[in-house]
């Protein structure tokens, strides 16, 4: 691949990761949840989905799912559903107060701080498995990003070419791109809201707004064409 050809393709998917969608809401959403650090797990699964959509363009499925309506419907209607199903959990959670934030509020109830602690613990025990897991079905269930990347992708592969090796610069860079845009720019402004995180209120408004966003797309992934 030509160097200017490469820059392009990094100038690009700067852009697209820069778009705001699920894979920024579920990366913000952790990041808040489980901390900035933890928050990669959850990112390293959506580049995995992303890795699948690049294959499945490859290999030429992409053009079947995008012929089919039946195909392009059951995964649409299935991702949205899980987006809806996440923001539901969302806004379901409860508060979990860490044993300083309660400490805090109320230094003088010991009871409180145990609660807190338990609570706490409750809050960071989603496995990092689970977290990439979820990533991975946040961004995997998403057919227009398979439609997205049959128009992407062939305005910088050359058939002439060897494909592989390009194919293989491509999902290098995608990938590469997107996990600093969602580490170094999404989960790290999330991590400057964790100061909301340590009242009750701050939790639940927060739970709230982020299940409205996971809702919010997913209605936009069934009704916007």
């Given amino acids: 691949m030509q160097f200017s050809l490469w820059i392009t393709l990094l100038l690009a998917c700067v852009v697209i990761s820069f778009t705001p969608g699920a894979g920024a809401i579920n990366t913000m959403g952790n990041s808040l949840t489980h901390g900035f650090r933890r ?18 363009v490859a290999l030429g499925v992409g053009v079947l799912v995008a012929s089919s309506d039946l195909a392009f419907n059951v995964i649409r209607y299935a991702g949205a559903a899980y987006l809806v199903y996440l923001g539901v959990r969302q806004m379901l959670q409860k508060p979990a107060l860490s044993p300083e934030d309660v400490g805090e509020a109320d230094a003088s109830a010991p009871e409180a701080s145990v609660t807190g602690s338990g609570a706490a613990a409750a809050r960071t025990t989603e496995s990092r498995w689970s977290m990439f897991r979820r990533g991975l079905w946040v961004n995997l269930l998403n057919p227009k990003a398979i439609v ?3 128009a992407f992708l062939p305005q910088f592969i050359r058939p002439g070419q060897p494909l592989l090796p390009q194919y293989l610069i491509v999902a290098a860079t995608v990938v590469l791109v997107d996990v600093a845009v969602m580490w170094g720019f999404f989960a790290l402004a999330a991590h400057g809201f964790r100061r909301f995180t340590r009242t009750e209120r701050g939790q639940r408004v927060l739970n709230l707004v982020f299940g409205i966003l996971f809702i919010a797309v997913a209605l936009l992934l069934v009704f916007v064409h």
């Fill in 148 to 150: 997205f990347f049959l």
């Fill in 39 to 56: 928050a990669i797990w959850g990112i390293l699964g959506q580049q995995a989905a992303l890795v699948i959509h690049i294959a499945i």
